[in-house]
């Protein structure tokens, strides 16, 4: 299967129309049009040790969450990562793809998978935004969504659970008690602007990714605020990609990479 096919499989689940407007999703190093693709190597970031681990598995393609060009590129030298990566890519005949808030936004996106993951029923969006077309259905786009337990929990089992999910060693919280937690609401990686949305909607809690100090102050009453880090919350995002490249071409070799990616240490 040829490379632009797999970006259009990938397009066709999170069309770039749906990522932000400072974002920068989409096909960041390419390669000519009828190139086939050998396998794919899926990461959250792009760095110079992913490039050669995609060398080294025969992958000709990176599919990544986190886009490597996301600021302006004014130079390109060995003085930082991404200068290195661009020239190790271009080097080694690699593409590097990224599906960022435009996966962020799709239906059975991001979100969805974290709340699969800790086991949360009946998903909608939070804040719908617009409509798309995938496969012939329109489909609803959104930021973050609001699903329910099928039981209850203490706030003591969810975060429990939280942890057990997610794979943390820690948990940051608010002063909320909450007898129990049946409504939740979530947003992988930045999500503090959705707490206003998620208290309107009368969520019981809301996790996500990074929140930030102030955002804590002021919502004891309303909300249980868990954040659970950034890489920690979209970590599922790759089971997500892996899914859609295999659909689109059940042959090509699909690898998640085994490189750290993650740059903050937790000791």
Known sequence: MKVKDILGALEEFAPLALQDGYDNAGLQ??????????????????????VDEAVQRGCNLIVSHHPL????????????????????????GVAIYAAHTNLDAAY??????????????????LSPTESYVRDGQECMAGDGIIATFPTPLSQKAFMERVKEVFHLKSLRA?????????????????GAFLIPD?????ADAFLTGEIGYH????????????????????QYTLEILRDILHKADEQLPIYETEKKVNPINYL
């Open 198 to 202: 998620a208290i309107e909607k009368g």
């Open 29 to 50: 190093i390419g390669l000519a049009e009828d190139a086939e693709a050998t396998g794919a190597l899926l990461c959250l970031d792009v760095n110079e040790d992913v």
């Open 108 to 125: 059975d996106g991001v979100c969805f998978k974290m709340a699969d993951k800790l086991g949360l029923a009946a998903p909608q969006w």
């Open 174 to 190: 608010n002063n909320a008690d909450k007898e129990k937690i049946s409504r939740v609401a979530l947003c992988g990686g930045s």
């Open 215 to 234: 955002h804590f102050f002021g919502h004891e009453q309303d909300i249980l605020l868990l954040e659970v880090g950034h890489y920690e919350s979209e």
């Open 69 to 92: 060009l996301f600021h302006p590129v004014k130079s390109i030298t060995s003085q930082d990562y991404v200068g290195r990566t661009i020239m190790r890519a271009i080097q080694k």
